[in-house]
Structure formats: C-alpha cells, structure tokens
C-alpha cells in the first residue's frame, strides 16, 4: 500500500516504499541505472529494486506530481560500525522534471544518514555519468577503479565520512 509523502517539493514529493514502488520503477529506469544494475548483480532492475526494499535499513520513493514513482533510494548493509551502501536508481523523469529538488533535500538526507551511520560507500558503474555527476555534487570522495561487473565491467568505489 502507498505510503503517504513526508516531504512535498514543488516538482516530486518523498516517501517510505513500499514494495510495488519497484514494480512501477524498473521499466522506467533510465537505461544507464539498468545497464548498471544487471551488470554489478546480474539480476532484473525489479529484483534489485525489491531487495533494495525488503533489506534496506532505509528506503524511499520519489513521486514525480502525478503520484508516479521516478526514484528510489535508500541504505543496505549492516549496521555494524563500519558503514552502510548507500544506493539510487531512477527514472529519465527525476532527471529532467525533479533533479534540483531532489539534490537540495539529498544533501539534507545524506547529513541525517552520516550522523547515524558515519560512513556511506558504494560502487558506480563508470559509465554510469549522471549518477557520477551527482556523488561529486553531493561531495563524495572516490577510490579505485575494480573490475566488479558480471563481465568484467569496471566500477569506481565512491565514499563519505561524517566530518565534524
């Protein structure tokens, strides 16, 4: 069942997912975000978007104004001390209709995850441009290089610390 908005911008409003959000999302990802996900996991863009869901610490939908959802986001892992994965996956329409409200109230999200967890990393495709383009505007550091795709596919590590 939808969950109502928590956070109502002027172009997307922001919400606990619930599990048929996945459904609704992965045919409309952006072809990047599924490229990326099939070649890290090998699965469907839907399987990942449920795990996402189901495992998550944390995860929300973004609604573009006609209740559709166009992202979702959230944290994995354990919470153990060491960090917990951060991820994104979105549609063409966060992009074009919602991305300057959706980087504002990231970057007031992200400050809330940092002082709980202290430490986000992940992996990005490096063909993976915008979402590249949006951890260097949300001021995350990058590592490495690795060949971490089903076949051979390179992904950057990318990370953030709590800074005080």
């Known amino acids: 069942m939808k969950t109502e908005p928590f956070i109502t911008l002027s172009s997307c409003s922001i919400r606990k997912s619930c599990e048929v959000d996945a459904h609704l999302l992965a045919p409309n990802l952006r072809e990047a975000d599924k490229q990326e996900v099939v070649s890290a996991t090998g699965r469907k863009p839907v399987e990942s978007l449920v795990k996402g869901y189901k495992l998550g610490l944390e995860c929300y939908t973004v609604d573009d104004n006609r209740g559709e959802p166009i992202a ?16 994104a996956l979105a549609s063409r329409t966060l992009v074009t209709e919602c991305r300057e409200d ?60 709590l800074t005080i």
């Open 72 to 87: 979702m986001y959230g944290i994995s892992g354990l919470d153990d001390g060491k960090g917990v994965a951060i991820w």
């Open 102 to 161: 959706f980087k504002a109230q990231s970057k007031l999200w992200l400050a809330k995850v940092l002082k709980k967890y202290k430490h986000v990393y992940n992996y990005v495709d490096v063909r993976n441009k915008v979402h590249i383009k949006w951890l260097k505007d949300m001021g995350f550091s990058f590592g490495e290089d690795y060949e971490l795709g089903k076949n051979g596919e390179l992904f950057r590590y990318f990370y953030k610390h």
